[in-house]
């Protein structure tokens, strides 16, 4: 049964005994609620949404330090094999098989924080399972077509407002999504981005079908 770990703001370490492990966005170091610091993560792959200092963070730094994946937008990937680093590229819409299952992109409405690039989200097939990792974006309606292709099992979703989506739009999101269990992130990490993650898990379970899961900072949840 894959294990699902919340390292603080958008990070998350994705694994199950003895298979791949993935990472996303880890911003450590300078992430006031992270558990963990970047040299005591252990990884295979990573997934960068964009580049923005809170989601690139040290993921060159871990993925040398693990001989690890990136797997991200192409500017991000070329940026990493310049440094001398594993990267895959890929771009909106683009899927890959890898050993562990497959990574498709999807659309992501925010900056990519690296010129000419675009800011992403994932859907992950790994294994049995299906999560999709929307990154840093606002609402779009295109989330109904993200669950329709894919069904999912797990949804990932920023509710802090200000650079994302907020909780009411987030609740939105469940509702084209339809994953039967949800679990929020990037809030709290900063006042600018306080949101209550109770208000979210009631309003998802009052106006959805899904289960709204809050996992704090070092804790994990198996689906």
Not at 24 to 42: G, T
Not at 158 to 181: E, H, K, Y
Request: aromatic share 12%; with cysteine.
């Amino acid at each position: 049964m894959p294990k699902i770990t919340f390292l603080g703001h958008a990070c998350f370490l994705l694994e199950e005994k003895g298979k791949e492990t993935l990472l996303f966005d880890p911003f450590l170091r300078e992430n006031p609620l992270a558990p963990l610091k970047p040299e005591e993560l252990k990884t295979d792959y990573i997934l960068i949404s964009h580049a923005h200092f809170d989601h690139l963070g040290e993921a060159y730094e871990i993925a040398g330090a693990n001989k690890a994946t990136i797997i991200s937008t192409a500017e991000i990937s070329f940026q990493a094999q310049e440094k001398g680093l594993n990267a895959h590229p890929l771009n909106i819409g683009g899927r890959y098989n890898f050993p562990f299952g497959w990574v498709k992109v999807t659309l992501a409405f925010h900056g990519s924080g690296i010129a000419g690039g675009h800011a992403c989200g994932f859907v992950v097939h790994y294994y049995s399972k299906n999560i999709y990792f929307a990154g840093d974006t606002g609402l779009f309606s295109d989330m109904k077509l993200i669950g329709e292709l894919t069904p999912l099992d797990l949804a990932l979703l920023p509710i802090g407002d200000n650079f994302t989506m907020g909780i009411d739009d987030a609740v939105m999101a469940v509702s084209f999504l339809r994953a039967p269990q949800v679990i929020p992130y990037h809030y709290n990490t900063w006042p600018i981005i306080e949101a209550d993650p109770e208000e979210f898990r009631k309003k998802v379970e009052e106006k959805t079908s899904s289960r709204c899961i809050i996992i704090p900072p070092g804790k994990s949840h198996s689906f």
